[in-house]
């Protein structure tokens, strides 16, 4: 990302201009209203009546507050079209059945109790992402990142969600918004060894040669590990944990432990509770403590 400026007023045209990030806006964004709004009206604005709030965000909405770091439009401009763009799934507010909703979801943004929430947010997120709602997972998670631009939990699950929708380029967007110190943290592990999974079904070989050339050479480790991802690279669960097993089986030490690796990766990004996940360690374990 380009960063060194100048930053000059762009025409329509050019779109988005800013010397802030997206998640800098926010942040920054929120800091400053809230300061604005202890100054006016003696209290942040999540405190504020509702006719106060509403009093504010329409002079966000014209560029009539003087927020110091950026246009109050630009700030109003971008909370909107993230909002409008499915980000808000509260059930509290009906969730994404009424557009009349997003205002007062946007409100809740600006105060503390999402912030108070976001446990419990990402918990439920968490688990709608397990029974295949992607979309409702997906605006649960982007609502706690607006209001925690760097929660990790809620980048990771953003992240798989985009992945499993087949949006690759996405879900490593996501990933590059975690903050250094915790890209190696659990959740995010996770999605990055899913990613590099997806990243091998444009790579992958062909399967039936692959199985071909495993058959006539059984010994071919590297063939055998080829043919596990391919498989795994394809949805093939099952066949791609028989493979590699197969391959620990033969010799577990072969080119540094490399088949134990790859099912290790799979777990990964596999998850913990998924089936094959727990089918795999089972089977792995019978075969490295026989």
């Known amino acids: 990302m380009y960063r060194a400026g100048p930053w000059l007023e762009g025409t329509p045209e050019q ?22 709004c202890r100054a006016r009206y003696e209290r942040p604005f999540d405190q504020l009546q509702p006719e106060k709030q509403d009093e504010m965000l329409k002079a966000l909405e014209k560029g009539e507050v003087d927020l110091p770091s950026m246009s109050s439009k630009m700030f109003f401009d971008l909370l909107w079209r993230n909002t409008e763009e499915g980000y808000f799934a509260d059930p509290s507010y009906g969730g994404k059945a009424y557009r009349s909703a997003i205002k007062a979801f946007v409100e809740r943004l600006l105060g503390e109790e999402a912030a108070m929430d976001a446990a419990t947010a990402i918990d439920a997120a968490d688990k709608a992402l397990e029974a295949g709602d992607l979309q409702a997972a997906a ?29 690759t380029a996405r879900a490593e967007q996501t990933l590059g918004l975690v903050p250094p110190d915790k890209r190696d943290s659990g ?11 997806a990243k091998m079904a444009g790579k992958a070989g062909d399967t039936a ?25 394809g949805g093939k669960k099952s066949e791609a944990l028989d493979q590699l097993l197969e391959a620990v089986r033969r010799d577990r030490k072969w080119n540094e432990e490399a088949a134990r690796k790859q099912l290790v990766q799979l777990f990964e990004a596999w998850g913990p509770k998924d089936e094959a996940t727990l089918e795999g360690r089972r089977r792995l374990s019978s075969i490295l403590f026989s």
């Open 15 to 36: 779109g988005f201009q800013s010397r802030l990030t997206p998640a800098e806006i926010y942040r920054i964004g929120i800091q400053e209203i809230n300061a604005i």
């Open 139 to 167: 605006e649960v998670y982007a609502a706690v990142l607006q209001q925690d631009p760097q929660n990790v939990a809620a980048l990771a699950g953003l992240a798989r969600c985009y992945l499993k929708r087949g949006d």
């Open 187 to 197: 959740p995010v592990a996770s999605v990055r060894a899913a990613l590099d999974l």
């Open 209 to 233: 040669k692959l199985e071909a050339k495993v058959a006539a050479e059984p010994a071919n480790h590297q063939a055998r590990i080829d043919l596990a991802m391919a498989l795994a690279a």
